[in-house]
Structure formats: structure tokens, C-alpha cells
């Protein structure tokens, strides 16, 4: 059995944004030299999660809004009255009694889920027609990682 | 270690179904030859899911009708006031400007998320005695597929 | 390759309830003897999630206000009009038809999904720095298990 580990960096301009990583996914399978097995790609921070989904920047920007009403920052004005109604009972996130305004990025968090596994078949990411891995940010301008760990053989 | 990939095909009646395939991954796993180990089950589509829950009929219908609500499609009337104000901004999803429908679709494979992996213990799915596998579609009635790569030995 | 199986058994005084678990599965790792692989971490039921988030009390109490607004309990009245909207559409779950009153739980589970697989690197969780492991219960006060199955070398 072969094991690899990979780690990506991010530094995203903006606090909310997708940065396509299948390249890199696909890089850390041939560096691993593993042609049949599982690549977990997984954030390792707790405002950011990883999708795979189409690289269709309508479908990107869909998903940012929506994702904004479902779990509402309290650092804007609410979109809409449901991201309001789905702003915490107290007025704010608990979470910001710490001095943080990121509670929104916690529960996007659990919405995106923070990892997957890519299949890996004959040394490639076996992923159908239009699926792209994507890093999800939701509380950047800093620098935050993903862990790639390959196994197989 | 054993590696061994087995892919499902689905074209469901319906545009949105719930498809049981807890007896597919099973197969896989028999194929595989595989006592200990995982079995990644992952839909190659970005309009589907895998989601591990009872096979009640009660609880697929109250999914289906739920996530309408949550990641309302804009080919019929919203449900209610929620749905409505869950739907985008623009007033239509900013992917179905390319001609598509199916933006809801894309937002549902969020929720579900598109795979799920069960372990593998003396030969048999290591479930709990109410857990089943079910493939989600979210935009059906035309060819789709699962991935499902089992690793162990 | 190596294999581990371990089982962990809860049975939490509240109905719905965090329970952390990263020491649980870093145990687990040790005991399997493994220094490069994964570990699965997968609940055993439909109305319970496994998440990887901060053990900060704010973001739990936060977490299980904002998952009862979106996936509403039917045996308390709605928290608010989003609540109230977001409950099905025949009055009460179509799950609750057979006498059960938990079908709110299992959209918990779909919302936070019921399983995570960490990477092990060097022999220990290769998590990040505010990463913890928590078992999440949606209808607890009797015995509920999850199993975590670790696979490397």
C-alpha cells in the first residue's frame, strides 16, 4: 500500500470565494504514484469546506447568495427576511461574544461539508463529465489549508 | 490490498428519486473480495447524491418535499413564502442563463452531498440495522451514474 | 495493510447533544497501530451526524438553534415563521405516520451528514488546529453507536 500527503494553501482576496483545485488533486495522485484508490481532500479549518461540483461561475455565484440566506452573516444587513428569521434567537451568533464575526462561516461549514473522496482508477481521478473539486472558502484573507491524503497502489 | 470499481447506471421514472442500492454496494464488495476495508459510493453527476438513511417511505417523501422548500427549483410555483425567498435574488438561477433548469438541482447535491463511504467489516456492510443507501436524483429521467471503488482486503 | 474496528456507544441525557470524540478516534488509530492511512468515522443511525468543528460552546449552542429552524422538530411549536414554513406540508412528518416523532432528526442528518474520515499522518490525526470530532445526536436518551474504521500501514 502506498500513502501520500499533500498540503494546499490558500490566500483568497475575497472572504467568500471557490478556488478550483482538481489539478491540484490530480497532481498529488501522480506524485503519490498510485494508480487504483481514494484521494481525501479535506480542509482543515472550520470556515471552509470543499465541493465537487461544475466549474460554471453562475452555479458558483447561485450558491454563494443562497448560502448567504441559509446561513446569514451578522456582519451585513440580512438579504431577505428568512436569512434574518435564520440569524440566531439572541440578535448574534454566540459565537461572536469571543470577539469573532465568522458564525456564519461555522454553519456553512457543516451545509458544504469540509471533505470528500475522489475515486482514483488507473492513475486518474475517476470523477464523471462536468464534477470539479472546489475549495470553499468562507472567512479568508488569511492563509488556510487543505490536506490531501492519498492511499492506495 | 484489494482495489476493485464496479459503476451503477440509473435512469429513474422520475425527475427526483430516492433508489435504494444497499444490495449493489453489497455485490461490489462480494466482487471485490474484500473482508475488511471502505466502499466509496459516489454519484459522478453534480444534480445527485448518496445519502444513508431508513428505507421508509414516510421519511423519502418528507426529504423530497423539504429540500423543494430549501433549494427551490424555478420550473414550478414555489411551495410557499420560504421557498420563494430561497430561490435567487436575480429573480432565476444565474446557470440557467446558459439554457439549463436545473440550477435547484446543483443546490441539492450540495445538501445531500454526493457520496458517502461504508466500512467494510468480516465481508459484509458495517451498517446499523436501519441504515440503507440510497442513490438521490435531483434531475432524472436520463442516464446517470455511481462510482463505487472498494478498497481493502 | 491494516485494519481496525472499534464501536463507540452513547447514550446522552439530552435529546439532541455534541458529544466530542476526537480522542475516541485518536485512540482508535493507536490501538489499530497504524502511522499512514485514514480513519472512518460513521454513525450507526438515521437521526445522528458525525462533525469536525471547534469545541467552542457558542458555535455548538449556535449549530443546534439554526438545525432546529431548518429541519423543525413537530413535538415543539415552530421557533418563527421559517420554522413553522419549513415543516411539511401535510401538517406533520409523513415519518410520524407509523408513531414516530423524530422525523426532523433525520433531515438533521442529512444537513450534517453522518460520517467524516480523518487523515492519519505520523500516527496522529492530521487535523487542524481548531479541528475536534463530534459525535451529534438528534434523538438521543437511549443507546446509539458509531463505528470507526482505520485503514493504513
Request: hydrophobic residues 40%; aromatic residues 8%.
Amino acid at each position: 500500500m502506498k500513502s501520500h500527503t499533500t498540503y494546499l494553501t490558500f490566500e483568497t482576496t475575497e472572504r467568500r470565494q471557490f478556488v478550483r483545485i482538481t489539478e491540484s488533486v490530480q497532481a498529488a495522485v501522480e506524485e503519490a504514484g498510485v494508480d487504483e484508490g481514494m484521494a481525501l481532500v479535506s480542509a482543515m479549518h472550520i470556515t471552509a469546506g470543499v465541493w465537487v461540483n461544475d466549474d460554471e461561475p453562475g452555479i458558483l455565484e447561485d450558491a454563494l447568495e443562497w448560502l448567504d440566506k441559509l446561513a446569514p452573516p451578522s456582519w451585513q444587513p440580512p438579504v431577505n427576511d428568512v436569512a434574518q428569521s435564520l440569524r440566531p434567537t439572541p440578535g448574534d451568533y454566540r459565537h461572536h461574544r469571543g470577539g469573532e464575526d465568522n458564525g456564519d462561516a461555522h454553519l456553512k461549514n457543516l451545509l458544504v461539508h469540509h471533505q470528500v473522496i475522489v475515486p482514483i482508477t488507473a492513475g486518474r481521478l475517476d470523477l464523471g463529465p462536468w464534477q470539479q473539486v472546489f475549495y470553499a472558502e468562507f472567512d479568508g484573507r488569511r492563509s488556510k489549508r487543505v490536506v490531501i491524503k492519498v492511499l492506495g497502489e
